[in-house]
């Protein structure tokens, strides 16, 4: 079955850091754009990193000189470093390959996996 699992969330003060892992299960990244998302009760969907298949990344102004997305040599795992932690980064956060915008994916189930917690305290 093709799946990807999302993982590495947890609880951190702020300030602090979070490296979160998408690994994909039955196919790999080869030719794919993998975009991390993240929904929270006041903000339902935003696209936070995105990276192509070429390597170019992209990032939400909010979070950019503070996350990193990057991608292992064999494709199976897209990484997000997640530093300089603040509250308002607390959401559940996922992995979608291809990604699209909120508008198009948010209220479609196939898009979404488990997803990792990412709660920041201060």
């Known amino acids: 079955e093709v799946s990807l699992v999302e993982s590495g969330g947890g609880s951190v003060q702020a300030g602090g850091s979070l490296r979160l892992s998408c690994t994909a299960s039955?196919?790999?990244?080869?030719?794919?754009?993998v975009g991390w998302y993240r929904r929270a009760p006041g903000n339902e969907c935003e696209l936070v990193a995105s990276?192509?298949?070429?390597?170019?990344?992209s990032y939400v102004d909010s979070v950019k000189g503070r996350f990193t997305i990057s991608q292992d040599n064999a494709k199976i795992t897209v990484f997000l470093q997640m530093n300089m932690l603040k509250t308002e980064d607390t959401a559940v956060y996922y992995c979608v390959v291809n990604p699209q915008s909120c508008s198009i994916i948010r209220d479609d189930p196939r898009y979404w996996g488990q997803g990792t917690q990412v709660t920041v305290s201060s």
């Open positions: 039955g196919f790999t990244f080869d030719d794919a754009d």
């Open positions: 990276i192509s298949s070429d390597g170019t990344t």
